[in-house]
């Protein structure tokens, strides 16, 4: 069964280091989306690609983090410099077409602590 | 006031008993509703996904939608101990918001 990949599953930093997430999608699904899950709260938007484009980056802290989806397949999150507030699961999903949010699979998440 | 609003829980029921899971929202452009399990250090694994309003069946999982009354819900029959998890609803127009999630315990 296809599945959305994401690597590392965990990572340890310590503030103001940099670090990067990457996720590779269900083949053939043009959009992706990055999301932030809260300990105890729901996910909540990064990024949506739909190909290689940005649909959405509203809710992106463009100061501190940067994503990137060139040849339109895997995606690069990237935080410079980390904070302690950016603890938490970092979610990629995709799903297959565009014009609405569709079926959304995610991955497993990466888990991030900033000490 | 968020977009939406699901009890947090925690629900903890029986082994064979019906569930029944809840979320409310304030946006009546929403025509995306989805149901999602989530398993503790797991991503949210897709259970339910319907467009407006009405009900849609899967086996012991049913999801209803009320957009008169902009609420939805998720019906478990027959719990089991494997559904212990926490239940994200999501759903939206052009893009989707979701709940905090409801933590379920279904004990043996």
């Known amino acids: 069964e296809a599945e959305v990949a994401q690597s590392p599953r965990y990572k340890i930093t310590e503030k103001s280091q940099a670090v990067a997430f990457w996720c590779d999608p269900i083949?053939?699904?043009?959009?992706l989306y990055w999301y932030r899950q809260i300990l105890g709260q729901g996910p909540e938007l990064l990024v949506q690609?739909?190909?290689?484009?940005?649909?959405?980056d509203s809710q992106l802290p463009k100061d501190r983090f940067s994503a990137e989806r060139l040849k339109g397949v895997d995606s690069t999150l990237k935080i410079q410099p980390a904070e302690l507030g950016d603890s938490a699961m970092y979610l990629c999903?995709?799903?297959f077409g565009a014009g609405g949010p569709g079926e959304q699979f995610f991955g497993p998440g990466t888990r991030l602590t900033v000490l | 006031q968020k977009e939406v609003e699901q009890d947090p829980g925690p629900l903890s029921v029986p082994e064979g008993a019906i569930v029944s899971l809840n979320c409310t929202y304030s946006n009546s452009a929403f025509q995306y509703f989805m149901w999602y399990r989530q398993y503790s250090r797991k991503g949210p694994e897709l259970l339910m996904y319907?467009?407006?309003?009405g009900n849609k069946e899967d086996g012991r999982f049913t999801a209803q939608v009320d957009k008169s009354s902009k609420y939805i819900s998720l019906f478990i029959r027959d719990s089991q101990p494997s559904d212990s998890a926490t239940y994200l609803c999501a759903m939206g127009e052009l893009d989707m918001r979701f709940g905090a999630g409801t933590r379920l315990t279904v004990k043996p």
């Open positions: 083949s053939g699904h043009a959009t």
């Open positions: 690609f739909q190909d290689e484009s940005v649909v959405d």
């Open positions: 319907t467009y407006s309003s």
């Open positions: 999903a995709s799903s």
